[in-house]
């Protein structure tokens, strides 16, 4: 092994150790090495080994050379970016480990086993007090129905009727995450028109 590589893999252990992320490390060693900086995907290829525990720097013996985009290498290097960006696209993802889409549509699906998955639909989220609110108000209005079930619904005025709007700024397609396959995709707040009125009771003469 030449000793450029042992240094640049020493340097790639080094900032992995740190917990740098794999775009900032390339960023350095193209900061450093100019011209000579090593490819993405040999980058991204180390990172994934450090991650993983390894100490060694030097080749495994009798590692040859790729000879398929869809090579180990690739695949490691493709698990990493994953792994800080979920909502990258194929062709991102494509461009940034310089393979064609169709080896990364390969690699994403068949090899790592990710789906991508928008999120799911939720009518809307309710904070702790609201949660606590909603409770305690279930109670009184129990209590007051089998104290006079009869004439209760007879009791119950309402007013100040209003329209509220929720915004939410992010679309489903927009929420797509890489995620294995099986599992469920994040949670997302439905964009809706909410009415809410104001409810009172009358006490019984």
């Known amino acids: 092994m030449e000793r450029k590589d042992f240094e640049i893999r020493t340097n ?11 775009t900032e490390i ?14 993405k995907t040999c980058v991204y290829k180390w990172i994934e080994r450090f991650q993983n525990g390894r100490e060694a ?16 290498e690739n695949i ?10 979920r909502r990258l696209t194929i062709h991102q993802i494509a461009e940034t480990v ?15 086993g990710l789906s991508k998955l928008s999120a799911r639909w939720v009518p809307k989220a309710l904070c702790p007090d609201q949660l606590n609110f909603r409770s305690e ?3 009184v209005i129990l209590t007051k129905i089998e104290a006079n079930e009869d004439n209760f619904f007879s009791q119950i005025i309402t ?8 915004y939410d700024p992010e679309t489903k397609q927009q929420s797509k995450q890489w995620l294995p396959r099986g599992t ?3 949670i997302k707040f439905k964009s809706k028109r909410w009415y809410k009125a104001k409810t009172a009771l009358t006490e019984p003469a």
């Not at 900032?15 to 794999?22: F, I, Q, R």
């Not at 390339?26 to 490819?39: C, F, R, S, W």
Request: hydrophobic fraction near 30%; glycine fraction near 10%.
């Open 159 to 166: 007013g100040d009727e209003t329209w509220v709007y929720q």
């Open 12 to 22: 790639i252990k080094f900032l992995v150790k740190l917990g740098w992320k794999g």
């Open 184 to 186: 469920s995709g994040p």
């Open 137 to 139: 108000l279930s109670t």
């Open 98 to 112: 310089s393979i064609s889409v169709g080896s990364a549509h390969s690699i994403l699906h068949e090899y790592l």
């Open 57 to 72: 720097v030097e080749d495994d013996e009798g590692r040859g050379r790729p000879t398929t985009s869809k090579s180990n």
């Open 26 to 39: 390339i960023q350095a060693l193209q900061n450093v090495y100019g011209d000579d900086a090593p490819k």
């Open 76 to 85: 490691d290097a493709v698990r990493s970016i994953i792994e800080e960006d």
